[in-house]
């Protein structure tokens, strides 16, 4: 054996010992062969060589192991650039200061929380930690219609579950007698109107940029509807309307609605209110009170930002800085509560955590972890860009955490029997992870195997197959399907499998998540 290779599988082994504690002489081997397939001949001969290397690397301290790479091989200590998809955190936060960031978290309860609540969650907590800041999770709750108490419950458990740290936490509803009181200052100041058209007439308007009658009305006329709001006017009857423009290009500004009447009971509530601020009203008011510095929501509000910043302006109040980013969804799964809620309700899947679905119950179901989904939204930066990610990335991310935790076992999808004849013994131990240390398991053998459907369809007599961690197999014969125990040298290019041993088989169900 060469100085070089020797020099080549001391490198590998040190390499392994450093990254994974400790190292094994199949990895080695893999390795070597990965990098020198002209020694794929030569298994026989390297070998015990590796098994040395392998055995005196295996004795050292990680210390040991550190110098000896110093020493030999310093090259293997630079640190690699890391790949772009690893890259981890947000940028700097404009305007931010120290100490002072104010960020909010404002689901509507109105549905389970899915993996786009996810991603404004952990950005609004990532930034308040940035800066040693503050993060509030308010209940947007000002629609009675949509709302219930359920789904306060499920998105703070969902939060709980990835691990998303609130300091505070509050309802819109509890402000309402505030948000009466903004809306009492905006009609004194005749920057807005109660409307009593029908809603065509309104849409009808709006479209064609006329303004409305109710808008000309005298002031005494808007405090008169306003009151009448909260006894006299049935839901439909009477809205209270941002004086806008109109003839703006930007439709929002074109007399928004700030309430309407709705009378359906509020979760917590009941029926002690009849008028509902807005989305548009609320939201400004609740961030500029809350404290808010930064408030982040996603791009399809940007058309709302002039709106959120004039009503501040003309209650002379303070103004938090929204900024967007994009809508988080996967290919062929809808990520939004409005889409969500009817296939729940409907029927049409068996839950909210059905594993088709992107709430944070059906990925908990599936089996993705909570730090798997931060990493990725990470990933993902803080961008306007639309983000249609393809599921695998998340699934990677959550290879990458569950890998290193996991202990292997087989598993043959669609087993078919097959017996092995000649086998050296009747009980095997097998490691629970190629790398780590996570035990052994012993598993008994009495010739009766399963195999999959799909590795025993391409054999046919003569064939070789590798039983992974047993040893190889000669087919003897197809259905029914039989082999002999031929050895257990490596080296050659005979195909893997997974196998189950008849005497120790579970027989397990798996559900596979199609696309919706
Ligand atoms: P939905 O269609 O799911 O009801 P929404 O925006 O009305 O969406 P909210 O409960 O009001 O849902 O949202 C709370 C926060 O989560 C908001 O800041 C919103 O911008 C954000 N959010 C909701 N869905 C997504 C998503 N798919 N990607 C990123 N952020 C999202
Ligand atoms: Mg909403």
Redesign the pocket.
Known sequence: MSEEIRDKILRLALQNALDHGKTQDKIVLGKILGTEPSLRTQVKEIMPTIIEIVNSVNQMSQDQVKRQIQDKFPDLLVEKPKKQEEREGLPPLEGAEQGKVVTR???????Y?????????I??EEYAKMYGGKLILRF?DTNPEAERLEYYAA?KVGLDWLEVKYDRTKNTSDDIELLYKKCQEMLDGNFAYVCTCKQETISANRREMKPCKCSMGEMNQNMERWDKMFSKFKQGEAIVRFRGNMSSENTVMRDPVMFRIIETKHPLLGDKYRVWPS?DFAVAIEDSIDGVTHA???K??ELRNELYYTILDLLKMRKPKVME?????FEGMP???????PLIEEGKVTGYDDPRL?TLEALKRRGIRQDAIRKFVLSLGFTKAD?LAPFETLESFNRKAVDPESIRLHMVKNPVPITVRDLPSSIITMPNHPTKDMGKRTVELDGSFYLELEDIEKLKPGDAIRFMGLGNVKITSQSPAEGQYIGDDLGTDIPKVHWVSHKDAQKIKILIPSQL
Do not use: C, M, Q
């Not at 978290?105 to 549905?111: S, V």
């Open positions: 978290f404002p689901p509507e309860p109105n549905g929380p899915h993996i786009g609540h996810a991603k404004a969650a950005i609004d947007d998105i989305y982040f929501r996603t399809e509000y980013f994009s809508r988080l969804g990520v939004s509560k409005r889409i969500l809620r992107p983000t």
